[in-house]
């Protein structure tokens, strides 16, 4: 499951169906109340914004909330920004927003129905709406990858766009990983130079929920590893020259902590660039939990040193302090 935020549970919080306050200077973590997972951030003008999962048995995943941010520490929830009553060919199993913003629409990228195999409807989707908290409605009627290729359900997509204006399709679960180019209008994928479609870029100790970004002209790849349901849920990383790699496993940067939570996985990233910090956002299990969809969004520092590798993330109680864009 898929691609930047408790000590402060839902009490914590004067919470409303609109709006969630954090009377903090920290975010706190879990970042806003209820189970939630494989969150995608994104920075939209002045605004934070993150899309997680809602962590439930795979029959009522039919809907993605959104929340939004100032200054990451006071959230607002968008409910149902999308749901299955837009998609008609999604059941179940609606997971791992990923959502870009080209020319003046938003489009959110999902995953639906949790295919076993070819046989099956369902694999990626793309929605498009006009603003950021939609309402999202199908974009082309049907998924955008309904198959297996090289392996990869068709689950955890994420979307690049690289220096050149050309976006990608990052996705895929069952411990493969394809990239794919998309075409202009997102309907669409588009065959690369050499005739293929779907180009395999497994790094070592890869499951699922890729992430890519770049940093002083290199490419930074992450993914998580290990069970979704177990402690060994992690995030890791490699960096190379090109989108298409090739990628060796640097290490973990991101794992649980026994005395904070378990299950530490699945995330995007925040890079607010006028001041140039860095934050993780990724979903982990509370201490208190054993149900394994009881999943929650949480915040921290990401850093790199200098010769750019990423430190290891220290999970945290407090989360992060607050900041403007």
Known sequence: MKKIIALLMPMAFAVSTSTVHAQVKT??????????????????????????????????????????SKDLVNWKKHPKVLD??????????????????????????????????????????????????????????????DKFHNGAQPIDQFVFKDKDGQYYLIYGGWKHCNIAKLSDDFKSLVPFDDGETYKEITPDNYVEGPYMFMRNGKYYFMWSEGGWTGPDYSVAYAISDSPMGPFKRIGKILKQDPAIARGAGHHSVIHNEKKDLWYIVYHRRPLTETDGNHRETSIDVMSFDENGLIRPVVITKEGVTAQKL
Request: hydrophobic content about 40%.
């Open 27 to 68: 975010s706190g973590n879990p970042i806003f109340p209820g189970w939630y997972a494989d969150p995608e951030a994104a920075v939209f003008g002045k605004t934070y914004w993150v899309y997680p999962t809602f962590s439930a048995p795979y029959k009522d995943q039919v809907f993605l909330d959104a929340f939004s």
């Open 84 to 145: 299955t009553s837009a998609v008609k060919w999604a059941k179940k199993a609606v997971w791992a927003p990923a959502i870009v913003k080209k020319d003046k629409e938003y489009f959110l990228f999902f995953g639906a129905n949790d295919i076993q195999s070819d046989q099956e409807v369902g694999g990626i989707g793309v929605a498009v709406a006009k603003r950021p908290e939609g309402p999202y409605k199908d974009h082309i009627g049907k998924p955008l990858v």
